[in-house]
């Protein structure tokens, strides 16, 4: 059973446009909701992380939003660049547990 | 700065043949260790959670006789796969908690594949 199902798969944005990733997770007992960050032979980096105290989260180009009734999280990258192009995955935890991934997406940044 | 490294970061084997992954904590004492598995395009698949000086624990599904799990000491674990198959070929990844943060820190990922 799927505990964290991330959308879409994949997605095309244009420089300087917004991407937006979605996840949903089952379980109310998680209280750790990371995004991560892969580039191809690399290992995942954290790139942004909340709890479900705070609705929103800001760093720099990255945000989520946290909806703790809809049980959902998104990242959004604004002012999307080249560079961006990556696989992102979103996790959720309860305390010091092992972490539940979703899917990932691959996002594309078209110059 | 990386805070875990894991070493070989690629190694190709020959069917049959046992390999060693090696998964080091840098500057920080780590109890416990997570082991993933990264398939091609897909996410990644916990594995087990190894802690020191006990039993590694095996999700459901890992064979823990072919997949070895040791974690003697605070900054080292080490995860062999034993008579490597084909179908063993894939992208093995650890990560840790360091301590005082919830943070899971993610070593850059051993490449293996079996021939």
């Known amino acids: 059973q799927q505990q964290v199902k991330q959308s879409p798969q994949s997605l095309i944005v244009q420089k300087g446009g917004i991407s937006i990733i979605n996840c949903a997770y089952e379980n109310t007992a998680f209280d750790y909701f990371p995004w991560y960050q892969q580039f191809p032979g690399k290992g995942p980096a954290l790139l942004i992380a909340i709890r479900p105290d705070v609705s929103e989260k800001k760093e720099g180009r990255f945000t989520i939003s946290f909806n703790k009734s809809a049980k959902q999280f998104s990242l959004h990258i604004m002012d999307s660049q080249p560079g961006d192009s990556a696989t992102y995955f979103c996790?959720?935890?309860?305390?010091?547990?092992?972490?539940?991934f979703g899917a990932g997406t691959q996002v594309v940044v078209t110059p | 700065g990386a805070v875990v490294s894991q070493h070989p970061s690629w190694v190709i084997c020959k069917s049959g043949t046992s390999v060693k992954i090696e998964c080091r904590s840098l500057?920080?004492?780590?109890?416990?260790m997570f082991w993933y598995r990264q398939f091609p395009k897909q996410s990644l698949m916990l594995m087990a959670t190894?802690?020191?000086?006990?039993?590694?624990?095996?999700e459901q599904g890992v064979e823990k006789d072919k997949f070895l799990i040791n974690h003697a000491s605070l900054t080292l674990s080490t995860l062999t796969v034993t008579s490597a198959h084909p179908e063993d070929s894939s992208f093995y990844i650890c990560?840790?908690?360091?301590?005082?943060?919830?943070?899971?820190?993610f070593g850059p990922g051993t490449r293996l594949t079996v021939l």
């Open positions: 996790a959720a935890s309860k305390g010091w547990g092992k972490f539940q």
């Open positions: 500057d920080f004492q780590a109890t416990t």
């Open positions: 190894s802690n020191e000086g006990s039993k590694a624990t095996y």
């Open positions: 990560s840790t908690y360091r301590g005082g943060v919830s943070e899971q820190f």
